[in-house]
């Protein structure tokens, strides 16, 4: 199981855990997708999570209902009867628009409400400056992490009390993801490939284009792409570093989320596909 899969499916059951639990204040009512997750058993709890290996935890997982969401998802789980995505943008950043041909980022823009009429002018200026940005220094290298906190996990006993938190955010609280993987050491990973340009750079073309460009970006992120609208759309990003510890947990509205990363984001614009049938697409992602 890859890394991420791991953590993410260990952060849904612990969601679970924490419902059954009351946790949490008792913030979580309901917990599911589509239909709600079943009970984990009376006797598990966070230690004995961390203990499980890859098939125990698939095994776990299964046995209350929790599944792989629908190809076209943008969201991970139901908690109180919002849509939440998940991830971990300090270890596995996203690619949140994966390339997307210009005609297919139109269609996109039409569908979010957001003006296309200069998206040919502002491609044709990112391809320029990474031509540029080409022709100089080598890559350089950083590591990054996302401000927050919540409160502590559901204790291993079934009867101890809850302790404060975060998560759900809002009024009540799979996909298949190509992430980079980190360093084995924790050390620093590349942080821009040649090919691209940081969005929010002093010399990038689209830094001040920031109220055309979000909400393009957080309409792929959470709402639909190119084909059209998700059935299955997010309200809110659970982002973790540990999945069995609420204290590396914090919650974004989609809003948010989009300022959260802003600073991090990369755009690429390339000719990708077969030899034979070439296509230029963008890729915009977290670096």
């Not at 984990?40 to 929790?66: F, N, Y």
């Not at 109180?80 to 628009?97: D, K, M, Q, T």
């Not at 759900?168 to 993801?177: F, Q, W």
């Not at 284009?209 to 979000?214: F, I």
Request: contains cysteine; glycine residues 10%; negative net charge.
């Amino acid at each position: 199981m890859e890394p991420f899969e791991r953590g993410r499916l260990l952060l849904k059951l612990m969601l679970v855990l924490a419902r059954d639990r009351r946790a949490m204040q008792g913030r979580i009512q309901t917990t599911g997708f589509v239909r709600e997750y079943g009970e984990l058993p009376p006797d598990l709890g966070v230690m004995t999570l961390g203990r499980l290996g890859d098939d125990e935890i698939a095994a776990l997982a299964e046995s209350v209902g929790i599944r792989p969401a629908p190809a076209g998802a943008k969201c991970d789980i139901f908690m109180n009867g919002y849509g939440y995505r998940i991830e971990s943008l300090a270890a596995y950043p996203p690619v949140i628009i994966d390339d997307v041909e210009p005609d297919g980022l139109a269609a996109a823009c039409r569908l979010a409400g957001i003006p296309a009429d200069r998206l040919g002018e502002r491609l044709e200026a990112c391809r320029q400056a990474a031509e540029r940005r080409s022709t100089r220094a080598p890559v350089r290298t950083e590591t990054g992490a996302i401000p927050g906190a919540i409160g502590p996990a559901p204790s291993e006993s079934a009867n101890a009390p809850a302790g404060p938190a975060h998560a759900p955010s809002g009024p009540a609280a799979g996909r298949e993801d190509d992430r980079p993987v980190p360093e084995a050491d924790g050390g620093p990973r590349p942080a821009l490939e040649s090919d691209e340009i940081r969005i929010a750079d002093p010399d990038s073309p689209l830094k001040d284009d920031r109220e055309w460009l979000a909400p393009l970006i957080e309409y792929f992120w959470f709402t639909g792409s190119e084909r059209g609208r998700s059935h299955f759309p997010a309200d809110y990003l659970l982002d973790f570093d540990d999945p069995l510890n609420m204290n590396t947990w914090r919650t974004f509205d989609k809003r948010y989320a989009v300022e959260a990363v802003w600073d991090r984001l990369a755009i690429r614009i390339a000719r990708v596909g077969r030899d034979g049938a070439p296509r230029e697409a963008v890729r915009i992602r977290v670096v």
